[in-house]
């Protein structure tokens, strides 16, 4: 079945220190990918997509390309910020499409000042 | 503001009580999935609803758990004769019609807590 493995937590980084988070996906046929963020308290948030290979989704500094050849989706900012903190999802949906995405753990992300 | 409403917020039961989580869609969404957030966790899909209509609920234990989307109204997940390991966070979304590729709108979030 399908299924997403993202890097264990907590990463934590000092501000302006470059991110990454890893995500790997098992699917058959074409899923479509995302990010999504999840602040303190709060439900989840779309980050970014990409519905097709070498895609690169992007939205607010962020940026994750579609890999079909590694089967990946990592997600990459530049220079973090302390507002950055927060827990990281990675999610596929199926090519069939059902609406049911599949989340990966999270990965919570700290920014220190 | 139209986004997908929760209530309650925080809920607390004794074991063996009814917990009942509503779930208000946004506008125009016709869609609403539930899922389970539980500590340290990431989130399970539990079902997957339209207006009067299961459409998946593959996720949903066979047992003392139960949900709707009637035609008027909000979505109602519901667990009977709730135990400690219910406790959780329980996320609902709601999508465009097409599943909007993808692009859930969730809640804020019904934090159950089962003493």
């Known amino acids: 079945g399908n299924s997403v493995t993202q890097m264990e937590g907590p990463v934590t980084l000092s501000e302006e220190a470059f991110l990454t988070i890893n995500c790997t996906y098992t699917?058959?046929?074409?899923?479509?990918l995302f990010w999504y963020v999840q602040y303190p308290g709060e439900g989840l948030q779309l980050l970014l997509k990409?519905?097709?290979?070498?895609d690169k989704g992007s939205n607010k500094g962020f940026e994750a390309t579609y890999r079909k050849e590694t089967t990946s989706f990592h997600l990459e900012k530049g220079s973090v910020q302390v507002s950055d903190s927060a827990v990281y999802f990675c999610?596929?949906?199926?090519?069939?499409?059902?609406?049911?995405?599949?989340f990966g753990q999270g990965t919570t992300l700290q920014v220190k000042p | 503001n139209a986004g997908v409403m929760q209530n309650p917020r925080h809920l607390v039961r004794r074991r063996g009580q009814e917990a009942r989580l509503r779930c208000s869609p946004m506008?125009?969404?016709?869609?609403v999935y539930w899922y389970r957030q539980l500590p340290e966790e990431g989130l399970k899909f539990m079902v997957y609803?339209?207006?009067?209509?299961?459409?998946?609920e593959s996720g949903m234990p066979k047992e003392r758990f139960s949900a709707e989307f009637p035609k008027e109204g909000p979505s109602i997940l519901r667990i009977q004769q709730v135990v400690r390991g219910d406790s959780a966070a329980y996320f609902c979304?709601?999508?465009?019609?097409?599943?909007?590729?993808?692009?859930?709108?969730f809640g804020e979030g019904s934090r159950l807590t089962v003493l």
């Open positions: 506008k125009g969404h016709s869609h």
């Open positions: 990409a519905t097709k290979a070498d």
């Open positions: 979304a709601s999508s465009l019609p097409d599943g909007g590729i993808g692009q859930l709108f």
């Open positions: 699917a058959t046929g074409y899923p479509s």
């Open positions: 999610a596929l949906l199926g090519s069939s499409n059902t609406g049911k995405l599949i």
């Open positions: 609803l339209q207006k009067e209509n299961i459409i998946d």
